[in-house]
């Protein structure tokens, strides 16, 4: 599994735009395009000019969810989606942060023009890597800047009798019966709930 700083520093390098989703005054999703100027250990900085209604929704709300995802088609595809709290860090950073991404300065050529913008950073949350390139699949979850580690997907339970039910309809075949305890793979897992549904001990329990 790769590092939490590997995972965001490749949502920025190798991805760099993602979409977006804020919330309105209405509680429901705006989308936009965001990209991603930097990273650290503790989370993503990106920009956005004050007079945006992005701009608005983030200092309303302070939270913000994003995907983005490489690769030329659904197959080859990775993808890098994360959730969490944000905040205006102001324009400090603004320079390191046009210096690094040096396209931005077409966008707002002149000193003045920059004035408009200002630097916020997604400072704790939650993610996921999926990787559709692999067979099986392949995904992890990760927490950073000091959020709670949430897991998700289905586990199997002590209710289990070892049936193997479950192994017929599962997409991805991770589902591990060769210790005495029967497991799913969680780093293959698609989460589509097949053996929960199937299983004539409900036996198989939702994680989150």
């Known amino acids: 599994?790769?590092?939490?700083?590997?995972?965001?520093?490749?949502?920025?390098?190798?991805?760099?735009?993602?979409?977006?989703?804020t919330a309105?005054?209405?509680?429901?999703?705006?989308?936009?395009?965001v990209d991603i100027m930097d990273s650290d250990e503790n989370g993503l900085y990106f920009l956005t000019a004050k007079g945006k209604g992005f701009y608005t929704r983030l200092k309303k709300h302070g939270?913000?969810?994003m995907t983005g995802i490489k690769g030329r088609d659904t197959m080859s595809s990775r993808t890098i989606s994360v959730r969490g709290k944000v905040r205006e860090e102001g324009t400090a950073l603004l320079p390191r942060l046009l210096e690094k991404n040096p396209y931005m300065n077409e966008i707002y050529p002149t000193v003045e023009s920059q004035k408009a913008l200002t630097v916020f950073k997604l400072y704790e949350g939650n993610?996921?890597?999926?990787?559709?390139s692999k067979k099986p699949i392949v995904r992890h979850s990760f927490a950073f800047g000091g959020a709670e580690h949430k897991?998700?997907?289905?586990?199997?339970?002590?209710?289990?009798?070892?049936?193997?039910?479950?192994?017929?309809?599962?997409?991805?075949?991770?589902?591990?019966?060769?210790?005495?305890?029967?497991?799913?793979?969680?780093?293959?897992?698609l989460h589509c709930g097949s053996c929960m549904n199937i299983c004539p001990q409900k036996a198989v329990v939702r994680a989150e």
């Not at 309105?24 to 395009?33: E, H, M, R």
């Not at 998700?152 to 210790?179: H, M, N, R």
């Open 127 to 132: 993610g996921e890597w999926f990787d559709l």
């Open 63 to 65: 939270y913000i969810s």
């Open 24 to 33: 309105d005054d209405n509680g429901l999703p705006i989308t936009c395009a």
């Open 151 to 189: 897991k998700t997907g289905y586990l199997i339970t002590e209710a289990c009798s070892g049936c193997k039910i479950c192994e017929d309809v599962c997409p991805q075949g991770c589902i591990d019966f060769s210790a005495t305890k029967a497991r799913i793979r969680q780093e293959n897992c």
């Open 1 to 21: 599994m790769m590092p939490i700083i590997n995972f965001l520093k490749y949502l920025q390098t190798e991805i760099h735009t993602a979409v977006a989703a």
